[in-house]
């Protein structure tokens, strides 16, 4: 007898039942004038089957939603029983698969349908065929396999939901085949027929041809499975894929599971970038709730705001799943929908494929970009300011207040004690809160053009705020205190207009508080702008005090959100910026209602505050005597 070593790519496949999974509906999405309901159907949460433990991969690739389009709705997954019709069914950012059924007004329906709107009949189960599934390892060490390709079919309302233990269909007995690929098996004895015996009796185990070169295959083989551990940080996922002879392929799907979504957690990474001792940041942004760039690029807000407007979310189910999703990961339930912040940023359009006008292709969507943008409409952030995005509850920063002590001593002498002295900053969510008119057109409106501008209306909006809040907030009715109204700001007063001295004066104040870093600027109001360009530095030289943008080589910046007298310098990287969750928008259709118009209400939770007041210094002119 001869053996073959050629097991790394073996497959094998199974005979089973279809599966089923139960979840239970959702009863805030009950529309009882449409009849219908919307549930999570299925999701990854281990079930033991007959085969071992079952995770089903919610990947888009994965799922082959063909026959769910006007899938049937039936009642205990009895063929005879339709009760009504699957009208969409997607995939939603929590790796979740969502239905929104109808039911039929047939008397058998109707009874099912009024326990449900009593909220007495609430579970659904799926029933589906798994077709091609590759063992893993689970957070435990537990072996177990994971459906890398299945085919929801139909959807049931049931009375007593399946046990998650057992899971096997209970309506279909004929049996389909599911292939268990990547399985490291014993050398396969060729001639003798050996089965493989896992409790099956209609296993078939099926092996690929060799490939003219299997050494070259498999050097390739590895340093693909590498390079994708490497570019993704799993390599420890890939070694384990290389020793136990899965393809490159069964690999991607390995490392898309462990990448999927966490719950959102008040904990990130260290953030050392921005000098902020011992602070974690949380990432918002939607990769961590398990949407793909590719998936967000056809988040569409003004599809949001018709459904938010007509109550007609047919169109919109992408984006009331988003905003489920935060809701869901953030405990907090929104005015009105949740839309992330990536989703503002305004896309930029590439041309492809020339042809009957080209494919416009839009290209990168981040949170990152979101506060980069925010940075660029905010004069402070465009000074240096930090913004710290994507946060959860208050937030605490440390800063020091004063230092180590060092002495001269003599031979036999101690130095004296001396301790860091902390304090903190603290930020807590302050609502602002923007409207923005939206006519019956322009909602009706699909261009990108016209979303764009929707978009950069609310960033600007954001942002101009921001810099209010930051320069002049009052700290009264939940407004943050600004700058200028900080008690303890360094300070001093001209009688008739900014000079020379003035500012030596302000850039000495820091100095002597060794708070000078470079990178300092100056930010003042264009009338002052517009003086300082006509003061001499010195009599009869000709150079202004404002040449080039520039005060005494620092950079100098105007706007009108300054009080027309006054001035700023410091190190604007001290000031920071913290915003929580998603912006939230509601949408007002009363006060447009004869015009089919509406006024979209914007909310986002903000705070800000100066780390170092040290750091700056004020001028500003001297009030009237007497």
């Not at 599966?19 to 009863?27: A, F, H, Q, V």
């Not at 509406?598 to 009237?624: G, H, N, W, Y």
Request: aromatic fraction near 6%.
């Amino acid at each position: 007898m001869e053996t073959s070593t050629a097991f790394l790519h073996q497959s094998r496949t199974l005979a089973s039942a279809p599966l089923s999974r139960s979840l239970e509906i959702d009863s805030t999405t009950i529309d009882k004038e449409r009849r219908t309901v919307e549930a999570a159907i299925s999701s990854e949460f281990p079930v033991q089957r007959e085969f071992g433990v079952e995770v089903l991969d919610h990947s888009p690739e994965s799922i082959n939603l063909t026959r769910m389009k006007r899938a049937p709705l039936l009642d205990n997954h009895d063929r005879g029983l339709q009760i009504g019709v699957v009208e969409a069914c997607w995939l939603g950012p929590d790796r979740r698969l969502r239905a929104r059924v109808r039911f039929s007004r047939n008397p058998a329906a109707e009874l099912i349908w009024q326990d449900v709107l009593d909220e007495i009949r609430v579970n659904v189960s799926l029933s589906y065929l798994a077709h091609l599934m590759v063992p893993e390892y689970g957070p435990n060490g537990e072996e177990r396999y994971r459906i890398i390709s299945w085919e929801p079919y139909e959807v049931s309302s049931v009375s007593v939901p399946a046990d998650p233990t057992v899971g096997v269909g209970r309506s279909l007995p004929e049996k389909t085949l599911i292939t268990i690929k990547g399985k490291s098996m014993d050398p396969v004895i060729e001639e003798t027929g050996a089965d493989l015996n896992d409790g099956t009796k209609d296993q078939q185990r099926s092996l690929p041809a060799e490939p003219r070169d299997p050494l070259g295959a498999e050097r390739k083989r590895v340093a693909d499975i590498m390079a994708l551990g490497n570019t993704h940080n799993q390599r420890a996922l890939a070694e384990q894929a290389v020793n136990a002879g899965y393809t490159v392929t069964q690999t991607q799907s390995m490392i898309l599971a462990r990448m999927a979504p966490q719950p959102l957690s008040q904990h990130g990474a260290d953030d050392q970038a921005r000098d902020l001792p011992n602070f974690k940041q949380p990432g918002q942004d939607m990769g961590k709730l398990g949407v793909k760039p590719e998936e967000m690029q056809t988040y569409s807000l003004m599809r949001a705001i018709n459904a938010m407007a007509t109550g007609n979310w047919k169109e919109a189910g992408f984006e009331r799943s988003i905003s489920l999703a935060i809701a869901d990961a953030s405990k907090k339930d929104a005015r009105g929908l949740f839309v992330p912040h990536e989703s503002l940023f305004q896309r930029q359009l590439e041309k492809k494929t020339p042809g009957k006008g080209g494919v416009l292709v839009e290209t990168d969507l981040r949170i990152d970009q979101f506060v980069d943008t925010l940075r660029n409409k905010a004069m402070i952030g465009r000074l240096g300011a930090r913004v710290l995005s994507g946060l959860q509850g208050d937030l605490a920063i440390p800063r020091k207040t004063s230092g180590t002590n060092f002495y001269w001593l003599d031979e036999d002498n101690e130095p004296e004690d001396s301790d860091f002295d902390f304090s903190t900053l603290g930020l807590s969510p302050k609502t602002i809160a923007g409207a923005i008119g939206v006519t019956r057109r322009l909602r009706k409106q699909s261009s990108l053009s016209v979303e764009n501008l929707m978009r950069q209306d609310m960033i600007e909006g954001i942002a101009v705020a921001i810099d209010y809040a930051q320069l002049r907030g009052t700290g009264l009715n939940n407004m943050p205190l600004g700058l200028l109204n900080q008690p303890g700001l360094q300070g001093a007063t001209y009688t008739d207009r900014a000079e020379w001295d003035h500012i030596v004066d302000m850039e000495t104040a820091i100095a002597e508080a060794n708070a000078d870093e470079s990178g300092m600027a100056y930010l003042t109001s264009p009338t002052q702008r517009g003086k300082a360009k006509k003061t001499q530095v010195f009599a009869n030289t000709g150079e202004r005090l404002w040449q080039d943008n520039t005060v005494n080589g620092y950079r100098s910046f105007a706007t009108n959100q300054m009080p027309s007298d006054a001035w700023l310098f410091g190190d604007w990287s001290q000031v920071i910026t913290a915003m929580w969750g998603v912006l939230d928008i509601n949408i007002d259709t009363a006060k447009k209602a004869g015009s089919d118009g509406v006024i979209m209400r914007i909310f986002q939770d903000v705070d800000t505050a100066a780390r170092r007041l040290e750091s700056f210094s004020c001028l500003r002119k001297a009030a009237p005597a007497g």
